[in-house]
Every structure is written in C-alpha cells, then in structure tokens.
T-cell receptor, first 112, second 114 residues
Framework: DGGITQSPKYLFRKEGQNVTLSCEQNLNHDAMYWYRQDPGQGLRLIYYSQIVNDFQKGDIAEGYSVSREKKESFPLTVTSAQKNPTAFYLC???????????FGQGTRLTVV | SQQGEEDPQALSIQEGENATMNCSYKTSINNLQWYRQNSGRGLVHLILIRSNEREKHSGRLRVTLDTSKKSSSLLITASRAADTASYFCATDPSLDGSARQLTFGSGTQLTVLP
C-alpha cells in the first residue's frame, strides 16, 4: 500500500561521522521535504525538492546535504559540519493537487 | 522561520469536553492545514482550509479561518483519551497551493484525561 517510509527508525552517530537517512515514497508525489524536530518544538524545514534533480535549502540547511536522483527517493545526509545533530528527523511528500503533506514515521538520530 | 504559532502550548481537559486550539500566522496564505502527531511518530494530516473558506468540518473537527486577523482555530468536540497528541498548524504561502514550503508552528500538546 502507498506511503512514505523512513529508515532507520533509530540511528546513532559518533562525532565527526556523516550519516545518511533514507526516505522513500510510492505516492507518485513530485515534492519531498526534510524537517527537523527538537523536543517540544515544531518542525523546521531543512531541504525540499519539487522535482527530480532539483532541491532548495530550507531554513536550517547548514550541515546537511540531500540528493534527488529518483522521484521516489530523497535521502538526507547529516554531515560532521552539523554541530548539534541530535534530533527527530521527519521526511514528507506532498500532493500537488491537494497540497496535503504525508509524513514518514521519523528517524531519531543521537550523537554518542 | 515559523510562521504559524499555536496557542495554548499545552491544554488538559476531561474526556467529553471540547478542545479549542488557535493558530496565528504572519503572511498571506493559500491554505492552512492542521496536523496531529502522536508522541515519537510522524504527523498525520487532519484538515485543510483554503484562504477563501471560513469554516470547515470533518467528523468531530471544526476549523475556522479568519484571514483578516491571520488566525485559525481547531475545535475537537466530545474529546476522547485517544485524542491525546500534539496538534500543529501549517501554512502554505504558495500561489498554487502546491505546499512548496509548508511552515509549521510549535504545536499545542493536548491531554485528554479519562
């Protein structure tokens, strides 16, 4: 059945390492997004992509990178340049027709 | 930047009571959406109201939008313990409503006591 899948659910990273979070959707949506959520906070936009091979920085893109080589996939890399990466990361895709966003179940990243 | 801001930050009510949450925003919008998030999970879309609409219903949910005051409210009637969650408003400023850059508020944590 259709949906958006994030993996892994939990991820631990040592300081200085890059890690990549996976996001896959089979909803045939053009637009995909990455958000960061800190405890008790709202969502902050990291990157978004409207079409394949194109993406735009959101409000907090520093220390992150993305790619959009396929319509279904929008992986997020948290680089060592991100000084405070411990957070809950949410991927979403949206329907151009309805404007409604669909979210994955999130990846909780912890720096150890 | 967080355009939508929910009020109150936290709300605790008894089962069967109504819960009202408010959202204020700053710039023009194409539509405003409400989402629900259970603890540690992704967000689930509840309802979307377009800028030319004033009120919308979906089951026990009622949403109002006042574009002159740049505010919206979400009413949950006859609340249940299962309604306990965080509720977020999100604004879509895009001209075509394509949710190009949905901006979320910081949420209202609703607790419904049995």
């Amino acid at each position: 059945d259709g949906g958006i899948t994030q993996s892994p659910k939990y991820l631990f990273r040592k300081e200085g390492q890059n890690v990549t979070l996976s996001c896959e959707q089979n909803l045939n949506h053009d637009a995909m997004y990455w958000y960061r959520q800190d405890p008790g906070q709202g969502l902050r936009l990291i990157y978004y992509s409207q079409i394949v091979n194109d993406f735009q920085k959101g409000d907090i893109a520093e220390g992150y990178s993305v790619s959009r080589e396929k319509k279904e996939s929008f992986p997020l890399t948290v680089t060592s340049a991100q000084k405070n990466p411990t957070a809950f990361y949410l991927c979403a895709s949206s329907s151009r027709q309805t404007g409604e966003a669909f979210f994955g179940q999130g990846t909780r990243l912890t720096v150890v | 930047s967080q355009q939508g801001e929910e009020d109150p930050q936290a709300l605790s009510i008894q089962e069967g009571e109504n819960a009202t949450m408010n959202c204020s925003y700053k710039t023009s919008i194409n539509n405003l959406q409400w989402y629900r998030q259970n603890s540690g999970r992704g967000l689930v879309h509840l309802i979307l109201i377009r800028s030319n609409e004033r009120e919308k219903h979906s089951g026990r949910l009622r949403v109002t939008l006042d574009t002159s005051k740049k505010s919206s409210s979400l009413l949950i009637t006859a609340s249940r313990a299962a309604d306990t969650a965080s509720y977020f408003c999100a604004t879509d400023p895009s001209l075509d409503g394509s949710a190009r850059q949905l901006t979320f508020g910081s949420g209202t944590q609703l607790t419904v006591l049995p």
